[in-house]
């Protein structure tokens, strides 16, 4: 039956007397309502009150006049009264008020509840996520007949898809006499919700009574759950049909063309909010900014920002969409920026722009600014959720400081997938294989179940401690009992673990017999691998798909011709690198940077435009010296020119990780621990040579490159030499 849940758990509820008698609205007495109303008002606006006189377990708050007295004051709190007081706890947001409040009437023994005050309670079960409480609400109305209203009838569907359950809230909507708009919306939204995009299609499509609130939801939803094409064709659908826009529909279009990158169509968009006059909304103004921001076009979303000179309540998310818009552009340095303009006048920093901060801390490896920025936090009393929590180990990881994140872990008060997901991560990014697994077995005995990122940060894990039974184990384990299919970057990561280990043909056969050969990425990694292993045959069968499937990308060719120049196939190299010419394909150049007193200082190789250029050559020269008397011996072979042994040797000397470094050692005191940046992979004779400058220097020296962290201390790195 479709209702059994519902009335198997109607037995909890014995006190709910059988002789239930509907009553209609008329019958409401207007003062008690009235009365009740306002009382509960006031709870909806004060905080509850921890202390003081004894007041009504659902009182939640002292006013300047007392809620609980003036719901004294009706001579008789009938139906009419409670339900007036569980409405207006439901309308209010105090659904645990409510629920006590529901109790309480029904300790009072004076009648029946009514549809309206099930309705009410309903909608409280919905806002605690409380399914076991409003199945037993259902429970009971099925058990007495209650022939409820289409109202009454949508508090439950809602109820059932607010709390998760999607199943019974199709089955109760299919068991509706009688539907409105709102049936139709909340079980598509319940649809959609669960995942089921085609479910949800299909009931928009037969519902009769599509209003605004049906496009808006269909739109919304298909964008969550990645459907940005279905969509657009939607909100296309929706002028062509002539249906006049909402602020929330514009809200919903700006996300979305944000989301595709459409700036064509957000600024059609921002002319139809003009001539609408919405341009003042909040809402619409902030959606607005955002779509700007994620098409790239930052100026025009600071204009608009300029001219908001209404800031009141919603100023925080103004500010918030700001910075993380110079985020998501790779403007880290205007991101802290405009966050200390926002300090300067005065705007508090709320957990979400804390977040945005944090990440453009993490993006540009600003550690001190990011402890600056967990000051901060710690000062206002921010609660550290599970969310910022996230944020904050993501930026200690990505800005070299494992032990930092640590602590932030073992701090945070809830603990959900996203937090250890993070974690996981940052014991990948330091080559921790073996603590990442055990960090992994304890995160499933702790109940927390993984997700498809976290499996990429266990393989990742794998792959960079060289942990292949491992790897197999874990891509097993996802399909097979968490029944997550793999993702391109699931396959990558199996691709690496393969490649890195030196099991080149493994590596190749898995990306041919898993039928992925069209992915770019998986051959770009299998050619960094055959490098690393000299295995030329696999290589030029990897170029070759790379060249075909990426013409313009620069990376294959790069690889490919280094490999020849260490294999002293020369004319190879000449051949290639005239195809690069030829087709224009521009080599990314290879940069390293250090942060000293507030400041980024960015070298590559050769370079000469630093103010201190001469010191720091000088200095490197008498450090190679050194190095060399020490026993290092220059990596002449990884140069890729077909040049004397003497300008191989000088070619290698002035990397741009070395002319960080030696910035970075001539700038600090001794012994003070370096960071470096680089926007590539370090290459072989730089992570050689830094091994020895930090016994040589006595420094810990943490490289991050665009793969990993190296942390060199006493001659040996973290990695082990395998990365």
């Known amino acids: 039956m479709a209702h059994a849940a519902a009335r198997k758990a109607a037995a909890a509820l014995p006190s709910l007397p059988p002789n239930f008698s509907p009553l209609a609205s008329s019958e409401l007495l ?32 002292r006013d300047s006049y007392d809620a609980r007295t003036t719901f004294d004051e009706i001579p ?14 439901a309308r209010a947001g105090r659904h645990s008020d409510g629920m006590r409040a529901f109790r309480e009437m029904l300790a009072d023994g004076v009648t029946a509840p009514n549809a309206f005050v099930l309705a009410g309670v309903l909608r409280c079960c919905a806002g605690l996520g409380n399914l076991n409480a409003g199945k037993r609400v259902h429970g009971w109305m099925l058990r007495n007949g209650v022939r409820p209203d289409v109202v009454l009838c949508n508090a439950v569907v809602n109820m059932y898809a607010k709390c998760g359950d999607h199943e019974h809230a199709k089955r109760a909507f299919g068991a509706m006499a009688e539907r409105d708009a709102v049936s139709w919306n909340v079980v598509i939204s319940a649809c959609l919700q669960n995942g089921d995009v085609l479910g949800a299609m299909q009931l928009f499509h037969e519902s009769p009574l599509r209003d605004i609130s049906s496009w808006n939801t269909i739109i919304s939803g298909l964008m969550q759950n990645g459907c940005v094409v279905e969509a657009l064709e939607h909100l296309h659908q929706m002028v062509c049909d002539g249906l006049e826009f909402n602020h929330y529909t514009y809200s919903t279009a700006f996300a979305l063309a944000g989301a595709l990158s459409l700036l064509d169509l957000g600024q059609q968009l921002h002319g139809r909010i003009v001539m609408a006059a919405l341009e003042d909304d909040a809402v619409v103004r902030c959606s607005l900014m955002d779509m700007y921001c994620k098409c790239g076009a930052m100026e025009v979303a600071l204009s608009i920002f300029d001219r908001w000179s209404r800031f009141t309540g919603d100023a925080k998310f103004a500010w918030s969409t700001m910075v993380a818009g110079y985020v998501q552009n790779g403007r880290e340095d205007d991101a802290l920026e405009f966050f200390r303009r926002m300090l300067r006048e005065g705007v508090a920093a709320d957990q979400f722009i804390l977040t945005s901060v944090a990440a453009a801390c993490a993006n540009a490896g600003m550690v001190e ?33 494992h032990e930092d994140a640590c602590r932030v872990f073992n701090r945070a008060e809830a603990k959900n997938v996203a937090l250890w997901t993070a974690m996981l991560g940052s014991y990948a990014a330091f080559g921790q294989g073996r603590t990442a697994i ?22 990742s894990a794998c792959s960079h401690s060289g942990l292949v039974t491992a790897g197999d184990h874990f891509f097993r384990l996802m399909q097979d009992e968490y029944k997550i299919a793999p993702s391109i970057e699931h396959y990558n990561c199996m691709v690496d673990l393969y490649g890195r280990a030196g099991l080149v043909e493994k590596a190749k056969n898995f990306i041919e017999e898993n039928n992925i050969n069209d992915e770019a990425i998986l051959w770009k990694t299998l050619l960094s691998t055959c490098r690393l292993h000299k295995h030329i045959e696999y290589a030029k069968l990897a170029s070759e798909k790379l060249i075909q499937l990426e013409r313009c990308d620069a990376g294959s060719y790069v690889l490919m011709s280094n490999m020849y120049a260490t294999s002293s196939k020369w004319l190879d190299t000449f051949k290639l690198r005239s195809l690069m010419r030829e087709k ?29 250029s001469a010191e720091i050559y000088a200095y490197l020269e008498r450090l190679m010296n050194r190095l060399h008397e020490m026993g290092f011996t220059s990596r002449t072979d990884l140069v890729g020119h077909d040049v004397e042994e003497e300008q191989r040797e000088t070619s290698l000397k002035f990397h741009s990780e070395k002319l960080a470094i030696a910035f970075g050692i001539i700038s600090t005191p001794f012994g003070t621990q370096l960071r470096i940046f680089k926007n590539l992979r370090v290459c072989e004779d730089c992570h050689e040579a830094i091994k020895v400058i930090s016994k040589a220097e006595e420094r810990e020296i943490i490289v991050r490159d665009l793969y990993r ?11 082990e030499d395998f990365w």
């Open 709 to 719: 962290f190296h942390h060199f201390k006493d001659g040996r790195c973290s990695c």
């Open 30 to 61: 207007p003062r008690a309502r009235y009365l009740c109303t306002r009382a509960i008002e006031g709870l909806s606006r004060r905080r509850p009150c921890g202390r003081g006189r004894a007041s009504s377990s659902w009182c939640g708050a």
């Open 369 to 401: 600014q990011g402890r600056q920025v967990h000051s901060i936090f710690e000062k206002l009393g921010h609660r550290l959720d599970a969310a910022l929590a996230s944020a904050f180990i993501d930026m200690y990881s990505k800005c070299g400081s």
């Open 438 to 459: 055990e960090f992994f077995n304890r995160m499933k005995e702790e109940n927390i179940t993984p997700n498809e990122i976290t499996f990429i940060a266990v393989l």
């Open 76 to 89: 008789k709190r009938s139906a009419p009264a409670w339900t007036a007081a569980i409405s207006a706890c």
């Open 584 to 612: 224009r394909v521009r080599k990314q150049p290879g940069q390293s940077w250090i942060h000293l007193k507030n400041a980024v200082h960015t070298f590559v190789a050769g370079d000469v435009s630093h103010p201190r």
